[in-house]
């Protein structure tokens, strides 16, 4: 349950990356948001032109043309920290600027291999009515518990390359029944893919998962467009269970120490509340719970 069979596509073009990472940036920004006047009727594209953005940033017109170009050879860290302010970017946004602009993993090198220890398998098992999993920079789930699995489905019965947030989601009409913002939940693998995408952009299974989606699924295509990023640690999922039905968790990513790639997620119900018992019925069913849930949703 850790690594998938070799699949592999073209690496992402980092320089076309970045270059519309930041034009797409520049384009959400209106002049009053960064107290320039407002000429709208002059203006033939949506945002700030270029020479407003690197007078912001304290930079040349040339010089930013060139980076929004995709050229981000020799940049320093205190140009793109003065670009990120311009630009309004958060800390996600910022890091990810950085990743495209300065990778820290140098082209062809090989993207490190995702494990899971035993002893972190053996965490997950003592998880006792909580649902947990690890999942991977490519979105791949890699390890997970009886309780995951009574929520979600039981992913060992899918074949490998299947255990994929991003193909459950885009590519399975039973996980969007699941979800009751599908919506959310897609928005939120789609930017977790692109900051991957900006430290990996050279890892060709990524690339060759984002050309799939690409190909299969029109909403991914949209949501990939828009290059927003985001990192996302901690909320609520609604969901729609065909046993219990609709109830509400409360879930937690954590970053593993040794391996900032690979994330424990974990899901748990206000105490004493009817989501609580919803989780509670289904830890009784456990595994089972996959396998009944299939028979009562004609979407599964």
Known sequence: MDEQPD?????????????????????????????????????????????????????????????????????SAEVLDSIARALRL??????HLTHLAKPKHKKKQAAPQQQVRMSLRQLLDSMDGVPAYVFGRRTDILAWNRMAAAL?????????????WARLAFLRPDY????????????????????????YPDDPRLSALVGELSVKSEEFRRLW????????????KRLRHPLVGEFSLNF???????????????????PGSASAEALRL???????????GSQASPSA
Not at 252 to 267: C, H, I, K, N, R
Request: net charge negative; glycine share 8%; aromatic share 8%.
């Open 7 to 75: 699949s592999t596509g073209p690496a992402l073009d980092r320089r076309a990356e970045l270059s519309e990472f930041l034009r797409t940036r520049r384009a959400r920004l209106k002049p009053e948001d960064v107290g320039l006047p407002d000429f709208g009727r002059h203006r033939r594209v949506p945002g700030l032109r270029r020479e407003e953005l690197a007078q912001l940033a304290g930079v040349s017109v040339a010089y930013y043309t060139r980076l929004e170009q995709g050229n981000g050879r020799n940049v």
């Open 90 to 95: 958060t800390d996600a946004e910022h890091a």
């Open 152 to 164: 979600f489905g039981d992913w060992a019965e899918l074949p490998v390359a299947e255990r994929n």
């Open 176 to 199: 969007r029944d699941l979800f009751v913002d599908w919506e959310q939940k897609a928005i939120d693998i789609v930017c977790g893919l692109r900051m991957n995408a900006g430290c």
């Open 225 to 236: 467009a828009t290059h927003d990023v985001k990192e996302k640690s901690h909320g609520v």
């Open 252 to 270: 937690e990513s954590f970053p593993l120490p040794d391996d900032g790639d690979l994330a424990l997620v974990t899901y748990h119900a206000e």
């Open 282 to 292: 289904l830890a009784a069913w456990g595994t089972d719970a996959t396998r009944a």
